[in-house]
């Protein structure tokens, strides 16, 4: 008889490493992930301090007596501070900056609306309709970026102020013969110009994110029996709200900062002039009156840092949506 063998000692438990993070595989996660280590968010940290350190000195410059904004700057506000609410009072009573800001919201707000949602219809007619002319057309737009602005002022104020005629033919009549008030004349000139000038950008933009959606997609919409218009509102907008909230920050700031298109075409009214020229009335021709300047800056501030800060999430994914391929 033979002896059975003796069984092999076993094997030491070994703890179990943990796996490794697969790598990322999309331009997102690549971006993601270097953003993600420790240099990156020091560096992050540091640059947002120092952003926002004016800001600050803005805020304490804006609730300081006149006789310290003079004597020191804002700074010393920490050793010595002094506190007044009385240049806010000054800026929105006596100074009326309350109406102009009221003015740039109800001329910023249309102009985004109109300039986006326009440009949204555009993108999609370029981006999945076939017809005649259509790579012509988004040249023509692309081209129409590089067109300075303030080359079309001019031609646009004789349209408004003149109006169109091409002969004995009058194709449009001067704006001031349309029966409308002051006011109303000055907002809807803003609202045109705003919608023009940014029509270009935002429709190149959105164009490029909608070109990319799915194709199936599309295709398995219409075999549905889905139009042009059902496919419009819901699957290509849906999908292109992060684009849509990016661009309308970028047109919102611009618009609500502007006063170069403000003085050409508002009428410098009160009824109808947004916050930025009062600022600049107030600046006066030698930059004095700093504690009213400081105050009039950070009231016109307030709307555009709640605009962004309520879309910031938007605003992120919308840099992003079109870093989905390796």
Known sequence: MTSAKP???????????????????????????????????????????????PTIGLLLSSVRPREAINRTGWWTFFSDPELTFAN???????????????NSL??????????????????????????????????GIFALQIVPLQMALIPLLRFFNLGVT????????????????PATAGFTRLWFAHTCFGLALATYLIHNFMSELPKDLMEAAKVDGAGHGKIFRRIALPLVIPALAS????????????????LTFSG?????????????????????????????????????LIVFISLQRYFVRGLLAGSVKG
């Open 268 to 304: 410098g009214t009160e009824q109808s002039a947004p916050i930025t020229q009062r600022l600049s009335e107030m600046a006066g021709s030698r930059g004095g009156e700093w504690q009213r300047l400081t105050a009039g800056a950070f009231v016109s501030m307030v709307i555009p």
């Open 247 to 262: 661009i309308a920050i970028f047109q919102f700031l611009w618009i609500w900062n502007d006063l170069l298109v403000a």
């Open 88 to 102: 806010y009072q000054d800026v929105l009573v006596n100074g009326r900056l309350g109406s102009y800001f009221l």
């Open 7 to 53: 069984a092999a000692p076993a094997a030491p438990a070994t703890k179990k490493s943990r796996p490794k993070p697969a790598p990322a595989t999309t331009m997102a996660g690549r971006v993601r992930q270097r953003l993600s280590t420790r240099l990156a968010t020091v560096v992050t940290i540091v640059i947002a301090v120092v952003w926002t350190i």
């Open 166 to 181: 091409i002969g004995p033919i009058t194709i449009a009549l001067p704006w001031s013969e349309w029966g409308v008030s």
């Open 106 to 139: 109800v001329i910023t707000i249309p102009s985004v609306l109109f300039s986006v949602g326009f440009a949204a219809f555009a993108a999609y007619a370029l981006s999945w309709m076939n017809f005649r002319g259509r790579d012509w057309i988004f040249i």
